[in-house]
């Protein structure tokens, strides 16, 4: 079974920062994309950042220069790092990646969710 699994969501106050992780785990070929969303209260899932397997990123507006994605191929783990971090950065951070399998499957999996809330 393949699977994706985030780590390192908190309590952070304005301004801190935090770094999130998701680990890849099963019978997996190879990772092309691997990306973060997040989901407010009462607000549609956005995305934040993604990263090819070349490494070329994408950021929404409102994270550039504040947020940092990475990878590790040889890990199959993504990061994020969250620095200057606003209340409104508060949400549940989801963890997205596109992977095909050792059996020759191509699969999107998505996170169960890592909670980060940005207050004092």
């Known amino acids: 079974q393949v699977q994706v699994v985030e780590s390192g969501g908190g309590l952070v106050p304005p301004g801190g920062s935090l770094r999130l992780s998701c680990a890849a785990s099963g019978n997996i070929g190879s990772i092309s994309g691997m990306g973060w969303y997040r989901q407010a209260p009462g607000k549609w899932r956005e995305l934040v950042a993604t990263i090819n397997s070349a490494g070329r990123t994408n950021y929404a507006d409102f994270v550039k220069g504040r947020f940092t994605i990475s990878r590790d191929n040889a890990k199959n783990t993504v990061y994020l790092q969250m620095s200057s971090l606003k209340p409104d950065d508060t949400a549940v951070y989801y963890c997205?990646?596109?992977?095909?399998?050792?059996?020759?499957?191509?699969?999107?999996?998505w996170g169960q969710g890592t909670l980060v809330t940005v207050s004092s």
């Open positions: 997205n990646a596109q992977i095909w399998t050792t059996t020759g499957r191509t699969l999107e999996l």
